[in-house]
């Protein structure tokens, strides 16, 4: 059995220009951290006992004699792509829901692709895997995004991704000392809005309107040297909640689905609350909250906001892993 951890994300700056029609033209960066909740995924082989050659677990079962039967498009595509023929079992659990802004989709693309590499006895990077993932979301199933979670996962930790023309992808560690890395968690929080959807509408809206956006997404790449430049410096972290707010202002003009009357007023409490600045994790409209506020005034947040759940979260340094091979899996 293999048992690969990959992580979740929550994207800070420069959302909307890991877009290829965007980046290729104009080029595009994003910064981002990925937390310690994760997508567990685990393979097995299956013996010849069983009807069936191939199971899958996750929100629903299938038992399908061919990967190309499987209804669910990432596992028969990751399955397909890597032509994989051996009899397995595959299973998922997740720490968080999903469809709900924090890249789980390509942390259970880049979770399945690193157990059925490591299942066939492959070496792996995280480049490799990355750039499977992102052949499998986008162009095999046809999924609508960006690919800055496809990175995330792969990598992890806080990073800055570098986005060029040439389809070249750059991942920078940020040069953070500790000790301000924790002062930054110490002062982000999250709330879930209770939505789980997909974010397909609001991503083909946003993909269709990249001409039009052209001024709005250089804002957002532009915010992603101010927020490196500040993480690395010593300047006051009370700016980074304004860059949030800054961000989410551009953002909410990508594409008309991104906010709604729920998201705005949620905002807007937690701003007279003593929030800083924040944003919707992902594409918007559902999913997570994001907010930046200082130690002495998130008791007065998670109060005025007391009807959504909060989630506890702290940074995860590291990206898809291998967390379990049995001795007997070659």
């Known amino acids: 059995m293999i048992i690969s951890r990959t992580p979740f994300r929550i994207s800070f700056l420069g959302g909307g220009t890991d877009f290829i029609d965007h980046y290729r033209e104009a080029g595009g960066a994003v910064l981002l951290t990925t937390i310690n909740q994760y997508a567990y995924l685990s393979v097995h082989r299956l013996s010849p006992f069983f009807k069936h050659n191939y199971r899958a677990s996750y929100a629903q079962t ?5 990967p190309q039967e499987f209804q669910h498009p990432l596992i028969r595509e990751c399955l397909l792509y890597l032509r994989i023929r051996e009899p397995m079992e595959i299973s998922h659990v997740s720490d968080l829901p999903g469809r ?125 040297d101010q927020g490196q430049t500040l993480l690395e410096s010593n300047a006051d972290l009370s700016g980074w909640g304004d860059l949030l707010h800054e961000a989410w202002q551009h953002k909410k003009s990508l594409a008309s689905g991104i906010s709604n009357s729920t998201v705005d007023d949620a905002y807007d409490v937690a ?30 947040v998670r109060e005025a906001l007391s009807k959504l759940m909060p989630v506890p979260f702290g940074f995860s340094r ?12 070659p």
Not at 62 to 66: A, G, I
């Open 62 to 66: 299938e038992s399908v004699l061919q």
């Open 100 to 224: 709900t802004g924090l890249g789980t989709s390509s942390s259970f693309t880049v979770g399945l692709l690193h157990a059925l590499h490591a299942f066939r006895g492959d070496e792996v990077n995280a480049e490799e895997l990355a750039r499977e993932a992102i052949i499998v979301e986008r162009e095999r199933v046809g999924d609508v995004g960006g690919h800055q979670d496809q990175y995330a996962a792969a990598y992890g930790g806080l990073i800055r991704i570098d986005f060029t023309g040439e389809q070249l992808v750059e991942v920078t560690p940020l040069n953070v000392a500790s000790d301000r890395v924790t002062a930054l968690e110490d002062r982000l929080m999250i709330f879930f809005l209770g939505t789980e959807m997909s974010a397909e509408e609001i991503l083909i809206e946003q993909q269709q309107r990249t001409g039009q956006n052209q001024s709005a997404l250089r804002d957002l790449k532009g915010l992603v």
């Open 271 to 300: 701003r007279r609350a003593g929030a800083r600045g924040g944003k919707v994790l992902g594409a918007g409209g559902r999913g997570f909250l994001l907010f930046y506020v200082e130690p002495d005034q998130q008791a007065a």
């Open 318 to 329: 590291t990206g898809s892993e291998i967390i379990f091979q049995s001795s007997e899996t």
